[in-house]
């Protein structure tokens, strides 16, 4: 068994040298095929290189949450406003109208409810059925530290072979147990597992201390998870110092259908994403939508 990594020896990241991309305009990706490629240029921006994904497939696995009891209602209008969609395939057959050109992030995992332990899923999602929806892109959780951590890494890994086969990447989407520390530390270890053995790119969560060595050191583009509603201000904030610290976009969900008007908040993500508008700007930008 190899040793685990006990140097006293301080890591070099290199936060401040972005890793090359000869190839392609997305880090890590200038190998890929030209199919796979095309569709990461769907979810990516590739004049930002970013992305601002809403997030909306909570329902996987904790039914109707606050703000997506009605999709229909409460989502489909902010459709136009996001660069890529990430819901499971039971809402986007049954709501999402396919006249819509937005790019598709599926949910690939699924089985444990809130009511159990959430590490135990399975893929839940044939590749037949990916393509047969123009997929751009499979999510799938991966549970580092958690109960299940083996078979959800398997799930992952099986997951990109088959999308491999086909030409769909895959996101790796970083979960964390309630009882794990949310630290850089465990964020680096998370994020680099799932690109060594194959995702195509990865959702993780920020963190004040230190997100910069985790995007250094995972070499896929990162995007940053929401989390739990939080006030406006504070929300663009966390999403400009991901981006400023080298994150390739946000897949939010609750701080944006949740907000008391979603699409200038989106809107006001969007500039802080693409345009690199300070959080004081965007929120002066979100406040004025809202009139
Ligand atoms: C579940 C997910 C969700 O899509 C995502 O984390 C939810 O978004 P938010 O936290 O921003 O509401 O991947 O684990």
Not at 223 to 234: H, S
């Amino acid at each position: 068994m190899p040793d685990v990594d006990t140097s006293k020896e301080e890591k070099k990241f290199y936060e401040d040298v972005p890793m090359k991309t000869p190839g392609f305009f997305l880090k890590g990706s200038g190998s890929l095929d030209w199919g796979m490629k095309n569709r990461l240029a769907r979810i990516f921006n590739p004049r930002s290189g970013r992305t601002v994904m809403l997030a909306i497939d909570h329902g996987y696995f904790q039914g109707p949450t606050t703000g997506l009891e009605r999709i229909d209602l409460n989502i489909v209008p902010l459709v136009p406003y996001a660069d890529a969609l990430m819901l499971t395939r039971g809402i986007l057959r049954t709501t999402i109208p396919p006249a819509s050109t937005k790019p598709i992030v599926v949910r690939a995992s699924g089985g444990p409810s809130i009511l159990k332990e959430l590490s135990n899923e399975e893929i839940a999602l044939d590749i037949e059925d990916a393509i047969r929806m123009n997929a751009s892109a499979m999510a799938i959780q991966v549970f580092i530290g958690g109960e299940f951590e083996t078979r959800s890494v398997h799930n992952m890994t099986r997951l990109v072979d088959m999308g491999l086969r086909y030409g769909i990447p895959v996101m790796a989407v970083t979960a964390v147990g309630k009882e794990m520390v949310r630290d850089a530390k465990y964020f680096r270890l998370a994020c680099r597992i799932c690109a060594e053995l194959g995702a195509h790119f990865v959702k993780t969560y920020y963190v004040p201390e230190g997100f910069e060595t985790v995007t250094a050191s995972c070499p896929v583009p990162i995007v940053m998870a929401g989390g739990k509603k939080i006030e406006v201000l504070d929300a663009l904030k966390m999403a400009s110092n991901a981006i400023q610290r080298g994150a390739s976009g946000v897949d939010m969900g609750r701080n944006i259908f949740q907000s008391e008007n979603p699409v200038a908040m989106i809107k006001a993500i969007g500039a802080v994403v693409h345009k690199n508008l300070s959080p004081d700007k965007a929120y002066e930008m979100f406040n004025d939508l809202k009139k």
